[in-house]
């Protein structure tokens, strides 16, 4: 892997983070344009545990890109490990294009997703935050929030176009992941001419085994630990449990409702970030318990929704559960924000962002769990464990704050 020619703060423009954020844009599209279409897949055959494996199935290459996606990028640049995850964003579209062929094609394809997910997450989000951080205008925390909102877009506009396809447009199989690859080829010479944040002159130090020191500080273990997994959970029941559970009251509109949970989610994660922000505190974490009591909320609903098999209040829990999935996700890297030292941000990131997705396994459990137990006791469940982790949140809110001067 080559390294970049690095570039002083004084030589970079405020524009300078469109690069980055094109590429992480592009990654996300990638990792969230499968959700969707579930349900089409298991109309054609698959059964609710191999697809909803199938969604899960990136993990277990998402997981270990973050664990080592921070810490490359820290040795050899930003933009040459966020070129790379893209590259891997493009391949992994081709393999599940090719899925008709079988499904272990798509099961490598979902395995690269989350290899370029993770270097979105972890490299893309931490190349974004270093640009805002290089402009002396820039509010402290904007570049977090660049980074949140060009990941969640990515998220959202890239299901919702996929499931538009899938629906009314020819071979929906194929389709929505050529649009995809055309997407990324568009975005790869446009993050190629991103700004380097990292002087491989002063970061040569060999890449870091183990974790960051920072996940043993008792702030992270108690207040960021018990609320990561629910940021994706959320997102996991919204828009990959809740269709499945109503698909056969929508007949041939199954796979359009599917697309409009997804977008209405995300959307509503992207409406409510900024105000997200204006409720995180420095001396508490008054933002992660908003946001982990509506989820409790939209757990709740979800088990409602789920006992009548309802549309609209399917509907109504999609956009609860997205709501919180804002809240969460930008408060947690607010505190992440606080605690980190400057040298591990990006390893850390991605630390965080690994604990998140574990809950997007929760679908295949709850799936595996489905045979002893229905849906509505099994979100009931779920519901109990949230507000389990939100009274510990509770309990630590105005403990082990950092230290304010750090």
Not at 21 to 39: E, I, R, S
Not at 103 to 118: H, Q, Y
Not at 145 to 171: E, I
Not at 218 to 237: E, K
Request: proline share 6%; charged share 10%.
């Amino acid at each position: 892997m080559t390294t970049t020619a690095y570039r002083s703060p004084a030589t970079v423009a405020r524009t300078a983070w469109f690069p980055a954020a094109a590429a992480v844009f592009v990654c996300g599209w990638g990792g969230n344009q499968f959700t969707p279409l579930l349900v089409m897949y298991q109309a054609a055959g698959y059964s609710a545990f191999t697809v909803d494996t199938l969604l899960g199935a990136y993990v277990v290459g998402l997981v270990p890109g973050l664990l080592l996606s921070g810490a490359l990028s820290a040795r050899f640049g930003r933009r040459p490990v966020m070129l790379a995850g893209t590259v891997f964003s493009l391949v992994a579209s081709a393999l599940i294009a090719l899925g008709p062929l079988g499904v272990a094609w798509i099961a490598a394809g979902r395995f690269l997703t989350g290899v370029a997910v993770a270097v979105a997450m972890a490299v893309g989000s931490t190349w974004i935050k270093e640009q805002a951080d290089l402009d002396p205008h820039a509010a402290g925390d904007l570049g977090t929030r660049r980074a949140a909102l060009c990941l969640t877009l990515g998220l959202g506009v890239g299901p919702g176009v996929a499931g538009v396809l899938a629906q009314w447009g020819p071979w929906p199989m194929v389709l929505p992941y050529l649009v995809h690859i055309g997407l990324t080829l568009i975005a790869l010479p446009i993050a190629a001419r991103g700004v380097e944040t990292v002087d491989p002159a002063t970061h040569r130090a060999p890449v870091r085994r183990g974790l960051p020191g920072t996940t043993r500080h008792p702030r992270f273990r108690r207040v960021i630990v018990p609320m990561a997994p629910w940021i994706f959970g959320s997102c996991g029941v919204a828009y990959a449990i809740m269709p499945q559970l109503v698909h056969d009251r929508l007949g041939s509109w199954s796979l359009g409702y599917s697309t409009l949970l997804t977008v209405c989610a995300i959307g509503a994660g992207v409406g409510i970030q900024p105000i997200a922000k204006r409720v995180d505190r420095a001396n508490s974490a008054r933002a992660v318990l908003t946001g982990m009591t509506v989820l409790c909320a939209g757990l709740v609903l979800s088990a409602v929704a789920a006992a009548a098999r309802s549309p609209w209040l399917a509907l109504a829990t999609a956009l609860v559960l997205g709501t919180a999935y804002g809240i969460v996700v930008v408060s947690g890297l607010l505190e992440l924000q606080r605690l980190a030292r400057p040298e591990e941000i990006a390893e850390l990131t991605g630390v965080y962002y690994a604990l998140a997705y574990l809950g997007f396994l929760l679908p295949s459990a709850l799936a595996a769990l489905s045979g002893v137990a229905g849906y509505p006791l099994l979100l009931g469940c779920l519901a109990a464990l949230a507000l389990a982790g939100t009274l510990v949140v509770a309990r630590h809110s105005r403990r082990h704050l950092p230290d304010p001067g750090r």
